[in-house]
């Protein structure tokens, strides 16, 4: 088997055991201890890390957390001075040897507290920090990265949910999180017949001169680590918008021949983003709705209906289609899913 599909069929198991370990009063404790929302707390990552930690990023912000969220190449050049000793900074690496991530708590002229999310407890980063937190994935060999982004945004999102204090739903979300692994199996399990006829009648990567995928809210990170995926995997170039953005501006693209993915997940603005969905159709743009249940495939619409448990979760579930159409669409254009020619799995220089 393909080392990029074994790590993308590994997931659900990944969510259980994430589920398992810390959906559970023990760990909303550790979680939550400390928390202050008078206290600035900086959260950063680069590529699938940074992404990952969005959905918890936007949570915190509306439970009135002074948080930012910054990649971690800026943080370094451009904001280190702005923290101070009384701060909450998190960084987070899945390798935990991160360039950017190590010569930022290389570079701190006063250290505040620093807590880490790493799949890799013996990393520098994890010998450096003052709390670590294991995102449970295990190791991952494939360039492109699956597993390690969904732990990381599942894992995050509980510790933030632990310190906005939301004890019932923390405990609650064990039970979401399986609900999850069980529609990832589905999606995974049936996904040949699925991603073949997607690639297939939209004429995916072949006759569209733009393509998109635009969300909103916390499905935006599926948005930005699905163009890494198609980046890495299938070679092929796709821009990531919000919905809100896309209108002003990129939807003048749409007079030419298009393709836009399209997340319509569950929460505030799910109804805007089946509108534009819709709207785009009628601009003639061929459109991969996925998340929406109950709309028909037409012409140039397909439609990808999953069930969703959770507005904050869901990102976990709504990039594996994506991870699945870049590894198929890879294999059509004669690719090993998952290979790298100009890039490592670990980024180690600036």
Request: glycine letters at 6%; proline letters at 3%.
């Amino acid at each position: 088997m393909n080392q990029l599909f074994k790590e993308i069929a590994e997931q659900p198991e990944v969510f259980r055991k994430i589920a398992e370990t810390y959906a559970q009063e023990e760990w909303f404790s550790r979680f939550g201890e400390g928390a202050n929302k008078k206290r600035k707390v900086c959260i950063t990552g680069m590529g699938s890390s940074l992404f990952a930690a969005y959905p918890a990023y936007l949570h915190l912000l509306n439970k009135g957390f002074q948080v930012n969220w910054i990649d971690a190449s800026e943080l370094l050049h451009y904001g280190l001075e702005g923290l101070d000793k009384n701060d909450l900074l998190v960084l987070i690496s899945q390798s935990g040897e991160s360039y950017e991530v190590l010569r930022i708590l290389d570079s701190l002229s006063t250290r505040p507290l620093v807590v880490s999310f790493t799949a890799n407890l013996e990393s520098t980063l994890a010998k450096k920090s003052d709390v670590v937190i294991d995102i449970l994935s295990g190791p991952e060999r494939a360039v492109t990265s699956t597993k390690t982004h969904t732990a990381t945004l599942l894992v995050f999102n509980l510790w933030a949910l632990a310190q906005a204090g939301e004890r019932e739903r923390f405990l609650h979300a064990s039970m979401d999180i399986e609900l999850m692994a069980e529609e990832a199996e589905r999606v995974i399990a049936t996904s040949s017949e699925w991603s073949r006829r997607i690639l297939r009648n939209l004429e995916f990567a072949r006759s569209a001169e733009n393509r998109f995928i635009i969300a909103r809210g916390p499905a935006l990170s599926s948005a930005w680590h699905g163009c890494l995926c198609f980046y890495e995997c299938a070679k092929e170039s796709f821009f990531a918008f919000s919905g809100g953005q896309f209108r002003h501006g990129p939807l003048e693209l749409i007079t030419r021949p298009s393709l836009a993915i399209v997340l319509a997940l569950p929460g505030k603005t799910q109804s805007l983003m089946i509108a534009l969905a819709e709207e785009l159709v009628n601009y003639k743009a061929g459109v991969l709705l996925i998340g929406q249940e109950g709309i028909e495939s037409r012409f140039n619409l397909e439609v990808l209906p999953m069930h969703f448990a959770d507005e904050l979760f869901s990102p976990a579930l709504s990039i594996i289609p994506l991870e699945l159409l870049a590894y198929y669409l890879a294999e059509d254009k004669g690719l090993e899913p998952g290979t790298a020619y100009l890039i490592s799995k670990t980024t180690t220089r600036e």
